[in-house]
């Protein structure tokens, strides 16, 4: 059955084992790049014009490489510049350059401006933004980078009743859906809001024709989900007073809002009726108020309990209560205050048995008999070794059972004690800016927090102490999940705000994908699974720097000499590759180059001959570390090619299809079938779109075999020019062993990992023979079965020795700069018998044939055919079959036309 192979510096380098590097500034250092946390109002250019330091006084100062954009640190604004740094900034202390920056400034009409001193660059802070920044060319005006605060900050998490989402909210009022188990953000909603409760999801939408109690006309209401029992319910807010809903009972019949008038009260409401049943107001000749929002239902929905601010009649002094009220009557039945000499409150919620209150103050949380009153239980949180206000608890989680409590303090550290004797079991550090929400895991040996405007969701093991993984979401809707050990899952537009930080060189996460981007590992280590016996970020040796020497900038010719420096930096050398127009056309796997035997010398040269398109050729070089587990920072170069070839551009494929294999158990039925279907389809819609359509179909045992086809994939180096389409679609089997992909030929008998080496087509060769195809428009097709039918529990037990086929694809398709479509994700089948051919091959047909053409412009283009495959795939499935099946789908390099629709 058919299986187919994606500062406010996050300072994760606690994450990090120590490394062998004396110098504590060469050891890596991972954080996610994004701003200043509490704006900018100044900005300095250093003398050579490298780096920019964004200020916000007093706060902090974040320092940004100018050169890619990326941000260096952040840094306290009375903290001394880091060594390496001082003598380009030539400065030794961030708050003396305030006075400076601001006398560089300049007032416009649209912003404040700073030149670098050179005049090359100036950096503009818009009227209208206190966070952004737009880094321009200071001759053309154009915007090289957008510079500020991107990550999203999280203020409330809950659980799904069935665990199978985790829900945060932000404060800028986007929804964010996290799936805890695999490590990804689902979905993300601007138009739904958390509840202060955290239990429940509102959004303002709306319908028509009489849903529950709306008018038949279209209605505005309020869609309330109880994220606990997935529940639903609906308020019209078209005639209701100014006000917000804060939260709805655990029963879903009352609904409460905050009513901000004069008077600034809350109201309950009827949900069935959507009719106010009680208005709650604060006791004006107490000179009480309420503290809008800080309020709690107990579990039964019986009783709420409110926070209010009021003034001593005695003292005189400033103190909080807790007021509660029975949600039948509305009658007051309590007020509660913390023991003396304590007056403030910090946190309170009910524990799950509805009978009692945890109520914290400055150094205590007390377990509070609503009954009565009385204190039946204390937990202390004060810890002698810190100041007073460190240990401020700013939310309190107990657990289904009853039987721990978690909280979060003001220096972001979780404690968490056992109920039974009261005693303090886990004092975990996560955020440094403090904790604004904490959550127990459903297996309670495991707690959530997110710190206070980092903008990270903490998942920490409660035993050891040790971080499990890090939640990062954006702005523009990328994410990250990383592991302490530098495993990481990511959104395509997520992975560039992960950075690695080695002393003063900055590298994007993708320097390290091929060997660290692992959504299967980090999914083993979010299901408990142990990854400390595999390598890290901190061991992996450093990658070479490579620069282009010498190549032209203008051209007539077709063919030009590319020459490239190589400096190892330690780490060696290993494969080169190089990107015309962002797909690969040189891969040159020359690992453990011999360094030239000069004095000091640790370069090497290479010179290569590379074919251009007409117009505009932009070339990237880079070059990966000995072990090929580091990839260095691209050097760039942009040439202009004045010559016309006079045709247009031709299609070539290399089509595959085995269905017989020296392995009688490997036979397959709609390999053969799938493959010539694909061919014929590739013909037709290719025909008069290109100047030729050739299309090798390889589908016989002797046709098929690991030789042949890497001889027919050679071979395209010298048929394909730079601007041609080139397509290779391969149905067979496909298998991960000890972190390898192999695609299985015919002539494979044994499974055996050391035979599959030998006789089996392995990823690196693929990605070699792909790679050095010289056309800049490359689309890959991969339908593979998995050949020895691994269970789910088995595939899943291999994880922890290589990776997932997706990932593999997800991998390749990078590494060559081509789009790539796989029939499955690792733990699917590719379903087969749906119209006598592959479920994922006869939609990708039916695609090319016209059905992927939206919007109706007479071409397929290859994301078009992308997005049609990764929606439809899934319905047939689930239609046809009732049973999932979701394709692999990695976009990279350019969008291109692979059909014309008659």
């Given at each position: 059955m058919k299986k187919a192979l994606s500062f406010v510096c996050i300072a994760l380098a606690v994450f990090f084992c120590q490394t062998a590097t004396p110098d504590a500034s060469d050891r890596p250092v991972i954080y996610a790049q994004a701003g200043n946390s509490s704006g900018v109002d100044r900005v300095i250019f250093s003398p050579n014009g490298d780096y920019l330091v964004s200020l916000c006084f007093p706060g902090s100062a974040v320092v940004w490489e100018t050169a890619s954009g990326r941000t260096y640190g952040e840094f306290p604004t009375d903290a001394d510049v880091p060594p390496e740094l001082s003598g380009v900034m030539g400065f030794k202390n961030f708050g003396e350059v305030y006075s400076l920056a601001d006398a560089r400034t300049t007032s416009t009409d649209t912003g404040r401006i700073t030149h670098s001193d050179d005049t090359r660059l100036m950096a503009e802070i818009p009227n209208n933004s206190c966070s952004t920044i737009l880094l321009r060319d200071a001759k053309t005006g154009a915007v090289l980078h957008t510079l500020g605060f991107l990550r999203d900050t999280f203020h409330q998490m809950a659980f799904s009743e069935d665990r199978s989402v985790f829900y945060t909210h932000s404060g800028f009022s986007d929804l964010t859906v996290w799936d805890p188990r695999a490590g990804e953000l689902k979905q993300k909603d601007p138009d739904v809001d958390l509840l202060d409760d955290n239990r429940f999801l509102c959004a303002v939408a709306k319908e028509t024709e009489g849903f529950c109690f709306l008018s038949k006309k279209t209605t505005a209401f309020f869609r309330i989900t109880d994220t606990l029992t997935g529940r639903e319910t609906r308020i019209p807010w078209d005639d209701m007073p100014h006000g917000r809903i804060f939260g709805l009972s655990p029963d879903m019949t009352r609904v409460l809002m905050g009513i901000f008038d004069d008077s600034r009260h809350y109201r309950l409401l009827d949900v069935a009726t959507a009719q106010p049943l009680f208005d709650f107001h604060a006791e004006s000749d107490n000179q009480i108020e309420w503290d809008m929002g800080r309020f709690a239902f107990s579990p039964d929905s019986r009783h709420i309990a409110f926070k209010a601010n009021e003034i001593d009649k005695e003292t005189g002094k400033h103190r909080n209560t807790l007021h509660l009220?029975?949600?039948?009557?509305?009658?007051?039945?309590?007020?509660?205050?913390?023991?003396?000499?304590?007056?403030?409150?910090?946190?309170?919620?009910?524990?799950?048995?509805?009978?009692?209150?945890?109520?914290?103050?400055?150094?205590?949380?007390?377990?509070?008999?609503?009954?009565?009153?009385?204190?039946?239980?204390?937990?202390?949180?004060?810890?002698?070794?810190?100041?007073?206000?460190?240990?401020?608890?700013?939310?309190?989680?107990?657990?289904?059972?009853?039987?721990?409590?978690?909280?979060?303090?003001?220096?972001?550290?979780?404690?968490?004690?056992?109920?039974?004797?009261?005693?303090?079991?886990?004092?975990?550090?996560?955020?440094?800016?403090?904790?604004?929400?904490?959550?127990?895991?459903?297996?309670?040996?495991?707690?959530?927090?997110?710190?206070?405007?980092?903008?990270?969701?903490?998942?920490?093991?409660?035993?050891?102490?040790?971080?499990?993984?890090?939640?990062?979401?954006?702005?523009?809707?990328?994410?990250?999940?990383?592991?302490?050990?530098?495993?990481?899952?990511?959104?395509?537009?997520?992975?560039?705000?992960?950075?690695?930080?080695?002393?003063?060189?900055?590298?994007?996460?993708?320097?390290?994908?091929?060997?660290?981007?692992?959504?299967?590992?980090?999914?083993?280590?979010?299901?408990?699974?142990s990854l400390k016996h595999l390598r890290t970020v901190a061991d992996t040796?450093?990658?070479?720097?490579?620069?282009?020497?010498?190549?032209?900038?203008?051209?007539?010719?077709?063919?030009?000499?590319?020459?490239?420096?190589?400096?190892?930096?330690?780490?060696?050398?290993?494969?080169?590759?190089?990107?015309?127009?962002?797909?690969?056309?040189?891969?040159?796997?020359?690992?453990?180059?011999?360094?030239?035997?000069?004095a000091d010398e640790k370069s090497v040269i290479k010179t290569y001959t590379l074919r251009l398109v007409p117009g505009v050729n932009i070339l990237r070089a880079t070059a990966f570390n000995s072990d090929n587990t580091m990839q260095s920072n691209a050097a760039l170069h942009t040439v202009t090619a004045g010559f016309e070839t006079g045709r247009k551009p031709a299609l070539h494929a290399v089509v595959v299809g085995i269905n017989t294999y020296k392995n009688p158990q490997l036979t397959l039925k709609y390999a053969v079938p799938d493959a010539r279907l694909f061919a014929d389809t590739l013909k037709s819609v290719g025909t008069g779109l290109f100047e030729t359509v050739s299309v090798d179909l390889l589908t016989t045992p002797e046709a098929t075999t690991k030789t042949t086809i890497q001889r027919r994939l050679e071979a395209m180096r010298q048929q394909v020019r730079p601007d041609d389409v080139f397509v290779f679609y391969v149905a067979s089997h496909g298998m991960v062993e000890e972190g390898t992909y192999f695609l299985v030929t015919s002539n494979v008998g044994s499974l055996r990992t050391e035979r599959l080496r030998d006789d089996a087509l392995p990823q690196d060769l693929l990605k070699g023979l792909i790679a050095n195809i010289p056309s800049t428009k490359k689309l890959v097709v991969i339908d593979t079965c998995n050949a020895g039918r691994l269970g789910e529990a088995l595939q899943a037990a291999l994880l922890t020795r290589g990776m997932s086929e997706d990932t593999a694809m997800k991998i390749l398709s990078r590494a060559v700069g081509s789009t790539i479509l796989s029939a499955s994700t690792s733990m699917q089948e590719a379903l087969e018998g749906y119209n006598d051919h592959g479920l994922f091959t006869y939609i990708l047909v039916q695609g090319l044939k016209g059905k992927a053409d939206i919007g109706n412009t007479g071409f397929v283009k290859t994301t078009a055919l992308a997005d049609y495959v990764d929606t439809e795939v899934p319905l047939a499935a689930e239609k046809t079959f009732q049973r999932p099946q979701y394709p692999t789908i990695s976009i990279s390099g350019q969008p291109f036309p692979i059909g014309r629709v008659k």
């Open positions: 009220y029975d949600t039948n009557s509305g009658a007051k039945v309590r007020t509660f205050t913390v023991p003396a000499p304590s007056t403030i409150i910090y946190s309170f919620a009910f524990d799950p048995s509805g009978k009692a209150l945890l109520v914290a103050d400055a150094t205590t949380i007390y377990r509070v008999n609503i009954t009565d009153g009385a204190v039946v239980q204390t937990f202390a949180t004060e810890n002698e070794k810190t100041p007073w206000w460190a240990s401020i608890v700013s939310n309190i989680c107990m657990s289904d059972d009853g039987r721990r409590i978690a909280a979060g303090d003001a220096v972001g550290v979780v404690h968490v004690w056992e109920t039974g004797g009261g005693t303090k079991t886990a004092t975990l550090p996560t955020a440094a800016d403090g904790s604004y929400c904490v959550v127990l895991a459903p297996d309670k040996n495991r707690v959530w927090s997110t710190g206070k405007d980092d903008g990270t969701i903490y998942l920490t093991d409660i035993a050891t102490g040790e971080n499990v993984a890090r939640f990062i979401s954006f702005r523009d809707g990328g994410w990250i999940v990383i592991t302490p050990q530098g495993y990481y899952n990511a959104s395509a537009n997520g992975e560039k705000y992960l950075n690695v930080r080695i002393g003063t060189s900055i590298y994007d996460i993708g320097n390290y994908r091929e060997a660290f981007f692992r959504p299967d590992l980090v999914k083993v280590a979010l299901q408990g699974g040796p450093p990658a070479p720097a490579v620069t282009i020497v010498n190549a032209p900038v203008k051209t007539d010719r077709e063919e030009i000499a590319v020459t490239v420096r190589i400096t190892d930096q330690g780490g060696g050398i290993g494969d080169i590759r190089i990107f015309l127009n962002d797909s690969a056309v040189v891969s040159d796997s020359s690992r453990g180059i011999a360094l030239t035997p000069v």
